[in-house]
């Protein structure tokens, strides 16, 4: 009768199993905290962001501007989308804990601490505005600074908490990154560069209370009044038609400040389109019938796009 015997796994190293299974386990480690970390940031929020200030830099140069240049606004913008949000987040970890679709964000889920993300947010803060101050110009920097300062001492701390004109009011942080792009290669604002920014302005309304609505029994449950969770749905219907209406016409008051049919017949084309899924979202809530608020959600996203591309376009041909 033969026995066969186990012969332990080959370890050419002569390493203990324990200690060579450390190595994966480690590394799955360290990408998890970096994947933490970036998470904080909010990286598709820095995206829509930079998708307007792009094509602003191009209008206020009339053409392609100098590749550092481009290089530095988007790295510093970046940073400093970045580091709004990570303080957001700081900020917010107590409310976050409190809503399904914030609980898995990196703070409520104890995967970064608290301390960890506030020295985090600091650190790209300061690191965004002397990146715009050292390669920039001191109003592009200053304008950094004030949207980080405002997104995060005055609407998350205040506004977000204690009025449902929180969006409205919220809304100059977002479209900031139009004036920074503008101010990074002018030093200067132009009406042009204001009235882009009052397209961005007015946009983040009939964009966010889609999500507010979806997210409306998240938002009551943390205390936050949000239009749709204070208001009536004619007051809500009435504020997303308002507003998607005053974006699209500020876009088409944009056409004259220097842009061509380049940009004014896709604008025309997608503010139509946008205009038509706000009625159609806002007819189904009167009615009572069920609304699919991602919809235009997601739409305005894309009409937003559409624009600030059509403004590059007109740039450069």
């Known amino acids: 009768m033969s026995m066969i015997t ?67 606004v988007l790295i510093g913008g970046s940073l400093a989308a970045g580091a709004a949000s990570v303080l957001n987040c ?7 804990q409190l809503m399904r679709r914030t609980k898995r964000r990196p703070l409520p889920a104890h995967t970064v601490s608290p301390r960890s993300a506030l020295i985090f947010g600091l650190v790209l803060a300061v690191v965004s505005v002397a990146l715009m101050a050292a390669f920039t110009n001191l109003l592009a920097a200053g304008l950094t600074l004030a949207a980080i300062a405002y997104y995060d001492l005055v609407y998350t701390l205040w506004l977000k908490r204690s009025t449902p004109a929180n969006t409205f009011w919220g809304g100059a942080c977002g479209a900031a990154p139009v004036l920074i792009g503008w101010a990074a290669v002018t030093g200067s604002l132009a009406p042009a560069a204001w009235g882009l920014f009052a397209v961005v302005f007015f946009w983040q309304m009939p964009h966010f209370y889609p999500l507010a609505m979806k997210y409306k029994d998240d938002y009551a449950r943390a205390g936050i009044p949000m239009l749709p969770v204070v208001a009536s749905v004619r007051r809500v219907n009435a504020e997303i038609l308002i507003f998607a209406w005053l974006t699209v016409l500020t876009s088409l008051a944009v056409w004259p400040l220097g842009l061509s049919a380049i940009y004014g017949v896709p604008t025309l084309v997608v503010g139509a389109i946008f205009i038509v899924e706000a009625h159609r979202l806002c007819r ?4 009572g019938e069920a609304v699919k608020p991602m919809r235009l959600f997601h739409w305005s996203t894309t009409y937003l796009t559409i624009v600030f591309v059509a403004v590059a376009l007109d740039a450069l041909i």
């Open 6 to 72: 186990e012969r332990p796994a080959s370890n050419p190293a002569g390493q203990h199993p324990a200690r060579a299974a450390q190595g994966p386990v480690a590394r799955r480690h360290v990408r998890a905290v970096l994947s933490a970390y970036v998470a904080l940031t909010k990286p598709r929020i820095v995206e829509l962001l930079l998708v307007t200030t792009v094509p602003a830099m191009m209008l206020a140069e009339g053409g392609l501007p100098s590749l550092w240049l481009m290089a530095i």
């Open 90 to 96: 700081y900020i917010d970890r107590d409310i976050d």
């Open 284 to 287: 189904r809530a009167t009615r």
